[in-house]
């Protein structure tokens, strides 16, 4: 089975432009979840998304979107970026099961390195 | 609210020696916990998990974990790192319908 998968892999910015990250989950997983890896503040949980609807929400400005399509593919946009966007971002996948119950394990894709100058 | 702990950012072992890596969480329930290792310019992998069915966890590489509700640790080990253990290792706690909170991770080193 193909893991997760997240394109593009790096990506350059400049201050005040917009991003758009992807993400396919595992064949079969209905749950997706973003997460920002910095440095400083380690991995911090952005948002998940559960069949087509967001179901949990991290402590991040508006800037910060995303969204998930019938085919379990999601997308997160960042608007008005700023240098401290920049950061590895990663997107897991899980089965999903109803009620997100604690032993859904989460399958990492190898992140999209977004650089902003 | 749940939370990880990981004592020491760094550590560094010769081949073959023990390997401890260490985990203290707090959660007002026994939580599900994780522990997962990343490799450089790559996503997170997982090692193994706790989900209450035994309190010794056996994962991937020859890693296992021991849950301790009395202390509230899932420390994990290696009896013999190998070379091939360099990489950051995350431990992380899970509850019900609540996000996966990680630790701020800890980076093994392994001199040959």
């Known amino acids: 089975k193909a893991g997760v998968t997240q394109t593009p892999r790096y990506l350059i910015k400049t201050r005040g432009q917009q991003v758009t990250l992807s993400c396919s989950p595992i064949s079969g997983h209905r749950s997706v979840s973003w997460y920002q890896q910095t440095p400083g503040q380690g991995l911090q949980f952005l948002f998940e998304?559960?069949?087509?609807?967001?179901?949990n929400k991290g402590n991040f400005p508006g800037r910060f979107s995303g969204r998930q399509f019938s085919n379990s593919r999601s997308e997160m946009n960042v608007s008005t970026l700023e240098l401290g966007d920049s950061a590895l971002y990663l997107c897991?996948?899980?089965?999903?099961?109803?009620?997100?119950?604690?032993?859904?394990?989460?399958?990492f894709g190898p992140g999209t390195r977004l650089t902003v100058l | 609210a749940q939370s990880v702990t990981q004592l020491g950012s760094h550590v560094s072992v010769s081949e073959g020696a023990l390997v401890l890596l260490r985990c203290n969480y707090s959660?007002?329930?026994?939580?599900?916990l994780f522990w997962y290792v990343q490799y450089p310019n790559q996503g997170l992998q997982l090692l193994l998990k706790y989900t209450s069915a035994a309190t010794l966890v056996k994962g991937i590489n020859g890693f296992e974990a021991e849950f301790k509700k009395s202390e509230t640790s899932f420390h994990l080990t290696k009896p013999s790192a190998h070379m091939s253990d360099a990489a950051e290792y995350f431990c992380?706690?899970?509850?019900?319908?609540?996000?996966?909170?990680f630790g701020k991770g800890t980076r093994l080193s392994v001199i040959a």
């Open positions: 998304y559960f069949s087509e609807t967001q179901r």
């Open positions: 897991a996948s899980s089965p999903g099961l109803a009620g997100g119950t604690s032993i859904d394990t989460q399958y």
């Open positions: 992380a706690v899970k509850r019900g319908n609540t996000p996966l909170v």
């Open positions: 959660s007002s329930v026994p939580p599900y």
